[in-house]
């Protein structure tokens, strides 16, 4: 079963408009991590929350991560066009002890220009 | 220019014919792992290395095989592929296993008919 889930599955704003999405996963992590990927392409990171950090920011990006709800959301504020693509949230379960890294199954948004 | 490369980048072949996908990055990583991506599964791992001559299971190995002879190349092996192992695949290197980003390669699309 995946260790980390995102909701919603998709997602259609309009341009300008603010896009959260949402993610899940079962075990102990030492981290969770966001990556974009634009159709078919490599995904591209975005932002390392610690798991003894609570928020952190990079540019339009915010993520927060609440471990005693095992969860994190990830905001994109005053989005645009070039934000459509997928994006996935990766976790290290069980505090990194089995050297992998599960990926939920994504959230697909689409900026409407 | 730092980065991960997988070569071919597409490739469409027949079952039972052992091919292999390469992986090469030139960022002195000690981290490498290959992933599957299929639509509505996500991410998932097949291999990963923590340094040369040190590889293990992700959570999908089955048909598949690697080998880090090299810090810097990561093969996947198929020896004897099936149409199941259609998939669009990715290799990602970071510098010290799951606690830096990753970074990750173009993408191997491969069909076996």
């Known amino acids: 079963s995946q260790q980390g889930e995102e909701d919603p599955q998709a997602l259609s704003i309009q341009e300008g408009e603010n896009a959260t999405m949402n993610c899940s996963y079962k075990?102990?992590?030492?981290?969770l991590q966001w990556y974009r990927q634009n159709s078919g392409r490599g995904l591209v990171h975005l932002i390392l929350i610690r798991s003894n950090e609570r928020e952190k920011h990079s540019g339009r990006l915010r993520v927060t991560l609440d471990t005693s709800k095992k969860s994190s959301s990830l905001l994109i504020t005053a989005s645009r066009a070039a934000d459509t693509a997928s994006y996935f949230c990766a976790t290290d379960p069980y505090g990194g002890a089995t050297n992998k890294l599960i990926f939920g199954t994504g959230t697909l948004l689409a900026v409407q220009p | 220019e730092a980065q991960v490369t997988q070569n071919p980048r597409y490739l469409i072949t027949v079952t039972g014919k052992k091919l292999t996908v390469t992986c090469s990055q030139n960022?002195?990583?000690?981290?490498m792992s290959w992933y599957r991506q299929d639509p509505g599964l996500g991410l998932r791992q097949i291999y990963y290395s923590m340094n040369v001559e040190v590889t293990d299971k992700g959570d999908v190995p089955e048909g598949y095989k690697v080998s880090r002879k090299e810090k810097r190349n990561f093969p996947l092996i198929l020896e004897s592929p099936s149409p199941n192992q259609t998939s669009l695949y990715f290799c990602a290197s970071s510098p010290r296993g799951l606690v830096h980003e990753q970074y990750f390669g173009p993408g191997t699309r491969l069909t076996v008919t």
């Open positions: 075990t102990s992590i030492n981290n």
């Open positions: 960022m002195n990583h000690e981290y």
